[in-house]
């Protein structure tokens, strides 16, 4: 998946996910690793509907060249073949509830055993409640995945406007999955792919009365799994309400620092 980058944002508000004082735990290293044999490993993008998560994940993709893992992307490609699954979670999906645990535990257990993950991946948008949060940890702290590493997790936060504004002007390309933004970072010709010539689509659950609901169920079952990353440590948060570019020096500078702390903490 490519993202291009955006204009600078527009919006401005109160921010959404800081439970705490973004000083706390706030990715405070401004320059990126420039030791070319880091490797971040396991890593969680976690954060509100919209913040970035997967434009962010994209980029350490290319960057790291480890696998992204967004249950949101298998959930809608399970939905576009037509399987079961798809169809279960097809209608959770649209109205901004969270598809059952044992569902999603599941299809990422199955891809947690896939070779490609050996040096690491970014999982975005899982876990989303403490019951995945509790099944990630432990399926991590089992020898046979790998990599046998410690889990790090960098939360992206941004202002409600800044969120509303992301989900609503989001299109995507069917074909090659760059993601594109109405407002700050439109396709060259409106409605049509940079790369690919085809059609962008609009994800049917990028509307604002479904955006609202998927808050509600982010501040209620989200929320306690940011705080429980954050109680445990190798933790941080990265501002997001900036442009890419710097959401993405925050979140590479934020994995260094934690992954060389990890490295220290358990002698790996
Ligand atoms: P999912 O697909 O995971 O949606 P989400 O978490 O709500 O996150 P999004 O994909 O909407 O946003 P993002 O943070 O990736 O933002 P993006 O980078 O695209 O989940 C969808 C549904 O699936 C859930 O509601 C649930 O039903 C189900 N589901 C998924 N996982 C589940 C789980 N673990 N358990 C149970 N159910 C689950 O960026 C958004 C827009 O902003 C783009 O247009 C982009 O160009 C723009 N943008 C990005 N960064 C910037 C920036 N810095 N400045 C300006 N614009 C930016």
Avoid: W
């Avoid at 980058?5 to 705490?20: I, M, N």
């Avoid at 997001?240 to 490295?263: I, M, P, Y």
């Amino acid at each position: 998946m490519t993202a291009s980058l955006p204009r600078a944002a527009v919006f401005a508000g109160d921010e959404v996910g800081r439970h705490d004082t973004l000083n706390s735990n706030s990715a405070s290293h401004p320059t990126a690793p420039a030791d070319n044999s880091f490797l971040p490993g396991p890593v969680l993008l976690l954060g509100a509907p919209g913040v970035g998560k997967g434009t962010q994940a994209q980029l350490l993709v290319t960057k790291y060249g480890i696998p992204q893992i967004s249950t949101g992307d298998l959930l809608r490609a399970n939905k576009a073949r037509g399987t079961e699954l798809g169809l279960k979670a097809q209608s959770i999906m649209s109205t901004g509830q969270l598809v059952p645990d044992a569902i999603v535990n599941e299809m990422v257990l199955n891809r947690l055993r896939e070779k490609d993950v050996e040096r690491g991946y970014i999982l975005d948008g899982y876990p989303r409640t403490l019951e995945q949060a509790k099944f990630l940890d432990e399926t991590i702290a089992d020898p046979e995945f790998l990599p046998r590493l410690p889990v790090i997790a960098v939360s992206i936060v941004a202002s409600y406007d800044q969120l509303l504004q992301r989900i609503t002007g989001r299109r995507i390309c069917a074909t090659c999955k760059s993601i594109y933004n109405i407002y700050t970072n439109p396709p060259k010709v409106d409605g049509i792919c940079d790369c690919e010539g085809a059609p962008l689509s609009q994800r049917s659950d990028d509307t604002e009365p479904v955006f609202i609901q998927r808050m509600k169920t982010f501040e209620e079952q989200t929320a306690p799994v940011i705080a429980h990353y954050r109680a445990l440590g190798r933790f941080e948060e990265a501002d997001g309400n900036q442009d890419v570019e710097a959401v993405s020096a925050a979140v590479e500078a934020a994995l260094f620092h934690l992954r060389q702390q990890a490295t220290r903490e358990v002698g790996a």
